[in-house]
């Protein structure tokens, strides 16, 4: 798993790639709340690098959007794959987050 921390439009954008799974979910929830805990409160998960999510990926999107919502900042997803987005909606997590299908849809406000 690759994570890559970029800007844009006031959204800090968080690109995942690769598998988020139960080796890399710890790793990947360290960066992301680090990201978090740094002051972003307008943050993007570009997953159009996210190859496969386990559940426990899935608690780190969750735990995420709990901080996110706590501060009353927000938290979108953006190009999940169809497989993941299946996963997503089976979950019952497309209603939970906000998904956008492009990077330049997500980072408006």
């Known amino acids: 798993m690759n994570v890559h921390i970029s800007t844009l439009n006031d959204f800090t954008v968080v690109e995942v790639h690769g598998r988020v799974d139960t080796i890399s979910a710890s790793e990947f929830e360290t960066r992301l ?11 993007v998960l570009n997953c ?7 559940s426990s990926g899935l608690r780190v999107f969750l735990i995420a959007q709990k901080k996110i919502a ?8 953006c190009c999940l794959q169809p497989t993941i987005k299946e996963i997503f909606d089976i979950s019952g997590f497309s209603s939970i987050f906000s998904i956008s299908a492009d990077l330049d849809t997500a980072t408006k406000t």
């Not at 690098?49 to 386990?54: A, M, P, V, W």
């Open 33 to 43: 709340l680090a990201v978090i805990e740094s002051g972003a409160n307008k943050i």
């Open 48 to 54: 159009h690098g996210l190859d496969y999510i386990s």
């Open 70 to 77: 706590a501060s009353k900042g927000q938290l979108k997803l």
